[in-house]
């Protein structure tokens, strides 16, 4: 087998959501930058992989994007080293848009619909909006939330996820 089919055999064999580097591959399976490289260019290609602003190369699903394969609540969660504090039973819903919340409640509800994600920060208001919209929310800055909102979110099956931070792929 060549060492591009063992590279792709690699990336294959990566749980889905679990984020890549050319330098991670490289070093790991004992290759060349380059080698590597082209191997994640091939694996993008057939869909193995995604680059996702902001976050980097993850692994994804290589079959078609339909309601059975879409982006979900969980996969966010791994990508982005999150915590659910509410709204479990609502994980492998599909994610369909990303929503953020800089703006007055007033202005919100226009945006926010159903299998969305509210990305806030600790505006409870804006949380309790987002749930009883059909929305599930993103709370940045590590912050927690109320136990009420936390109820809502498991009334409603919509996760209700925190994260300090988003680490980017290539700083270790």
């Known amino acids: 087998m060549q060492k591009s089919e063992k590279l792709l055999h690699y990336i294959e064999s990566l749980d889905v959501g679990t984020r890549i580097s050319v330098r991670q591959i490289a070093t790991s399976q004992k290759v060349s930058a380059g080698t590597a490289y082209r191997a994640v260019k091939t694996a993008q290609t057939r869909g193995l992989v995604a680059t996702i602003d902001r976050v980097g190369t993850v692994?994804?699903?290589?079959?078609?994007?339909?309601?059975?394969?879409?982006?979900?609540?969980?996969?966010?969660?791994?990508?982005?080293?999150?915590?659910?504090?509410?709204?479990?039973?609502?994980?492998?819903?599909?994610?369909?848009?990303?929503?953020?919340?800089?703006?007055k409640t007033s202005a919100m509800g226009h945006y926010i619909s159903r299998n969305s994600l509210l990305i806030v920060g600790n505006r409870?208001?804006?949380?309790?909006?987002?749930?009883?919209?059909?929305?599930?929310?993103?709370?940045?800055?590590?912050?927690?939330?109320?136990?009420?909102?936390?109820?809502?979110a498991n009334r409603s099956a919509l996760p209700i996820i925190t994260t300090s931070t988003i680490r980017s792929p290539w700083r270790r």
Do not use: H, N
């Open 124 to 152: 409870e208001d804006a949380q309790a909006l987002a749930l009883e919209s059909g929305a599930a929310v993103l709370i940045t800055g590590g912050f927690d939330t109320t136990s009420a909102v936390m109820s809502l």
């Open 59 to 103: 692994r994804t699903d290589p079959r078609p994007r339909s309601t059975s394969a879409q982006l979900t609540f969980a996969d966010l969660v791994r990508v982005i080293d999150g915590r659910v504090l509410g709204g479990s039973e609502g994980l492998d819903k599909p994610l369909d848009k990303f929503v953020i919340g800089a703006m």
